[in-house]
């Protein structure tokens, strides 16, 4: 075939079109059109031919494709399929081009393929018209046809940065194609399922060949179809914003036929190939925004931006949920990498909300990609098809209770938390469980789960129950509750138009899930394992699981149903009686009184109807010991007597009262302590005076119920111990401690007769002579703060002997350096002094007073400086009147604050001693007195010690030499270093004794 020939033929064939008055396009020259040769490369040069081609095409397409074309549709599509391998073929010829004609051959080239691609649409639409018809071989012809328009649009689309003179309108006609295909797969399943549907309902279920090659040819158009809007997807993720039309249409088409076909063709199609791309595209998006603003100058990031950057990944996440939702079976087969995916969301959200120039991206990603990671996992844990065993495969990973690698570092958190962003997503879905980086977001996911229980099965929120424990155990670790009390982040609450989002404290976010789920959880088989959790952390050492759990146990008493109610209070309480011992009643922090405390604090919150019940149960039973000991561990530990009813407070004070005097008159003249030896163990010697101690800070006894017996008895007391013994003492200060406290709150007695006498044996008793002798009395000296504070009721005469013990006595409490001590006794002599009628009252000062040291060097004394502290205090007192604080108040807190940050500021610049003593800081002159020498024993251990020391020293040196720079080296020498500060500071206090 010489070159002029095709030419003068097209041309031939135009004129024969467009002149033609026939709507019905002629067999014979459909024919000649499919006998064109469009393959030959010696073609190519002619430019003729290829604008005859290309409006051979669009004439085509525009007045017969939309016509009735009856048989002629296999030439259209054989036509349609050449044309197109042949300009796939050819495309990157124009792209190569330099010469001038050849740039002119490249703008016909792809006009061609404009019109092309609009013709390949037009066929596309005749046969969803008509689907699945025709013989086997024309089914295999429109297969071929599809291959090669989805195959030339995916070449287009690739190399549309190279075709930017013309990209809108390929771009355009290209997403024509691809909607075309999806709609032709939809139109062909519709009409296989009719024709399985009508021969089931035929013969039972038997399928004949001719059938069964329509089914094939729909899948095979079908996995075509979905293989090619994959990779169009892949490629329309890397071409950035220009191909956003492409992305949409692709993933969207390829969801649409992932949810149409059933699971036999899903088989041919690799779904979790599909879902781990779109993960894999979402944390790639998030990966290059840490990257991006991790490098960001400090200026903030505009609300726009973060939108532009998240919603892409929210994008690839929905298309993921729908798929999982689908193919949940397959989804599992990759659940690290979903689950990796929504862990390092979290703590990406998290890293954004510790940075202020990063708040607009913070709460953009809260609002988009939180709710659907959220749902992410909500579908695999809700889908029928995932076993329980599988789900709790998946908690157990992420929720892991072993150990972690390492530390996180707050200190880069606090300072800069860009700078570990990139770190977040270079984590390995291997690693995820051990990296110590991810421990925040694991927390914050673990909570986003109890936050949508409600939205879960009853399968998961079991699970979620178990994994309780875990989270308890990550709150108490140090570098995580410290982010606890100080985060704040974004939270979405409400739904629909009444959605908000606000900024609040992490620790309100932790109780606010963790109530969601006890509500939840109470009305299923979750309850149970909600209620080991609590119970087992009741008395929890740590402060912050503590009060979590403390305000989780007020929650459930304030809002569940009475039997509820009254079968946890039942419970605690048992616990209670088992743990009760005499030598733990008079314990301040044992856990006898830590649990009795904490069941005290929750029933301030019970219905009233369940506090009698406790009363009536527990408080009013003398019949056995152990209702005695928990009778007086409750009153001890504050037992909300005040919200009894009227009939139940009225007989408690009067049991209360009568107990009281019943062990004054038993014990008056000595302490009767022979039962009290031989039943030890369940009895509390003196437990009616702790009673009646504690009820006063509840209860409204009158003054008639407490008379001059009691000044009587406190006189016994400090006679009896003077000559108890050593063994018995301490029973007799404490006694004395609680007499002190009910004195101090009956006014009346301190205008009695006895009263001097109680002054007097007092005074004597609290000599700095007894101090130094015996440091039991010092335990008593905050209860004789209080003590004193009521002498003010007193009326004293000038020159009254009594004038002189009281100024003994409060030279030896102002003489305290110790600062609560100092508190008390300021405060008890302000009272006193605002109510005396005693004059010059400097003779109550020290000259050696705490208050009159210098507070920078603790050891210069200005008397002056005490009384002007004093004058303060006292006019502060007289002008408070009401509970609101004025303006001088608020600026005197506002002062001590910023005294006291500057203390704190400048204790954490120096070395803390390696060891604490809890006990009570106390005289110079009583810590003189009260040091002994070290036993033998002491000193020969302390000398092997140091042996010791000396010996894994050499050691460490050798195996420095043979393992240089391992982990385990660096973590042994540094705890050898710390075991060698401790042993110095044992051996510095055992040469100053």
Known sequence: MDGERPNHELQRLIHAITTSEVVECRIELINQ?????????????????????????????????????????????????????????????????????????????????????GFSAAVFSVLIKSPAVGQKEFTVTVEEFVLKQLNLAKVAISEIKMIHSVASEVLKVAQEVLNASVRLCRAYHHTLSELCDMKTANDGGSMDIEKADKVNHVITITTCTIDCLYELGIIAAAGGGTLVAILNVSWKGLVTLLQLITRDVAAKV???????????????????????????????????????????????????????????????????????????????????????????????????????????????????????????QILDWLFIDDDLSGPI???????????????????????????????????????????????????????????????????????????????????????????????????????????????????????????????????????????????????????????MVNNIIGKLCLILNSMVSSEQVLMPGSALRKMARSICNLLSYAPPSILDQVYSSFLTDDRSSLSSMVNVILLIEGFPLNLLSDKLKKLATQRIITGYYSFMESNGKKLRVDNFSRSCSMTVLGGPVYALSSALRCLKISSSEINTKTLKFILSLIHGYRSATESLKDTYCKLLNQLLSIISNMEHLYATVEMEEVIFELQTLFSITSFATDARLYQCKPDLALFMAGLGEMTVGEGSPVITALCEMYHTLLRERHWVLVHMAISAFGKFASRTTCNELWRFIPHDAALSFDIDTGSELNEDRFMVDLKAFLEKESAIHVVAPCTEQLALLASEALTLKQ?????????????????????????????????????????????????????????????????????????LSRLEDVIAHLASFAESR
């Open 409 to 563: 570092n707050p200190e880069e958190l606090n300072t800069n938390p860009s700078t570990c962003m990139d770190e977040i997503f270079s984590v390995t879905c291997e690693a995820m469980p051990k990296t110590r980086l991810l421990v925040l977001g694991r927390v914050v996911l673990y909570l986003n789960l109890l936050r949508s229980s409600p939205d879960l099965g009853e399968e998961a929120r079991l699970g979620i129950a178990r994994k309780l424990g875990w989270l308890f155990k990550s709150l108490i670790e140090e570098d995580v509750f410290s982010f606890i009390l100080d985060l704040h982040i974004p939270m979405l609450y409400g739904s629909g138009p009444a959605l908000q989002l606000v900024w609040q404290p992490m620790f309100i976010f932790v109780l606010h899930a963790l109530k969601i789920f006890m509500v939840v959880a109470s009305l299923g088989s979750a309850w149970e394992e909600v209620e080991t959790i609590l119970l087992e952390n009741f008395l929890n050492p740590h402060f912050l699981l503590r009060e979590v759990v403390m305000e989780l146990w007020s929650f459930i008493l304030r809002h569940a149903e009475i039997e």
């Open 903 to 975: 203390l704190v500021n400048k204790s954490q610049t120096t070395i803390p001693e390696d060891s604490i003593s809890d006990d009570m800081e106390i005289d110079d002159e009583i810590q003189v007195n009260k040091k002994r020498k070290l036993p033998d024993e002491i000193c020969e251990g302390m000398a092997l010690l140091q042996s010791g020391l000396k010996i894994m020293g050499d050691g460490l040196s050798q195996w420095q030499q043979q393992n240089k720079d391992t982990m385990d080296f660096q973590k042994f020498s540094t705890d």
């Open 270 to 392: 690799n779904v979790k190939k599909i879902l781990s791309s779109l993960i894999s595209l979402a944390t790639d998006s998030l990966r290059c925004a840490a990257k991006l603003w991790s490098s960001t100058p400090k200026e903030d990031i505009a609300l726009a931006e973060a939108k532009r950057t998240f919603l892409p990944v929210k994008f690839y996440l929905i298309n993921a949920v729908r798929i999982l939702s689908q193919y949940p079976r397959e989804a599992f087969t990759i659940y690290k990498e979903l689950t990796s995916c929504c862990l390092m969301i979290a703590t990406f959200g998290i890293s954004l909300s510790r940075a202020t120039p990063l708040k607009a991206s913070s709460e953009t990603l809260t609002e988009l990609l939180e709710p659907t990671s959220n749902l992410l996992l909500h579908t695999l844990f809700n889908s029928v098809d995932v076993e329980e065993e599988s789900k709790l």
């Open 33 to 117: 059109l499919g006998e064109i040769n469009l393959s030959d490369k010696s073609e190519l040069a002619s430019l003729a031919k290829w604008l005859a081609v290309s409006k051979l095409f669009s004439l085509i397409a525009a007045k017969y494709l939309v016509k009735d074309i009856s048989g002629c549709l296999e030439r259209f599509v054989i036509l349609g399929t050449k044309a197109s391998e042949w300009c796939t073929q050819h495309f990157s010829m124009p792209l190569t081009s330099t010469e001038g004609s050849q740039e002119e051959h490249s703008a016909v080239f792809f006009e061609l393929l404009l019109a092309l691609l």
